[in-house]
């Protein structure tokens, strides 16, 4: 508007702003439009790229809801076992600490050994202890073994 109110009263306005109007319709818009375009073919890239992502991640969570699921299935299903489990576990300690040895009662000093007698009853008890030391340490070892075994 404003060139075609120089454009009555100077001529030669009139032609520099048609000039100046060609220019920038001719050359300097279409430049524009054309690096609008290259930047709107980007934005809208980058949002089909998040799209992408967004979506991805949906089908990603979906995939952890459904294997908590499972998981929690799981964890109930077998809430007996894991009791009787930690249950024969926690046995395993207690069974499998050192058994009790018999006393050493009477066993201590060896008799004279001029005197046979008391030799041979020295050695009868002895071989009665460590009799019963055997069976205590085999007996021991047998628990500890099948407690061992159930955990």
């Not at 404003?2 to 430049?31: K, Q």
């Not at 890239?45 to 799209?51: L, T």
């Not at 809430?79 to 040895?101: H, M």
Request: aromatic share 4%; net charge negative; with cysteine.
């Amino acid at each position: 508007m404003a060139a075609r109110g120089l454009s009555a009263l100077d001529p030669a306005e009139s032609l520099r702003a048609a000039n100046i109007t060609s220019l920038i319709n001719s050359s300097v818009l279409p430049s524009v439009l054309k690096t609008h375009a290259e930047d709107q073919g980007e934005i809208n890239a980058s949002r089909d790229a998040v799209s992408n992502v967004e979506d991805m991640a949906v089908v990603s969570f979906k995939y952890v809801e459904n294997l908590e699921t499972v998981v929690d299935d799981y964890r109930r299903e077998h809430r007996g076992c894991r009791a009787a489990k930690l249950e024969s576990c926690s046995r395993v300690n207690s069974t499998c600490s050192a058994p009790d040895i018999p006393s050493w009662e009477g066993c201590s000093g060896t008799p004279d050994a001029k005197n046979r007698s008391a030799l041979l009853e020295h050695a009868e008890r002895m071989l009665r202890y460590w009799t019963k030391v055997n069976d205590t340490l085999a007996g021991g070892q047998a628990r500890c073994n099948e407690a061992t075994e159930n955990c």
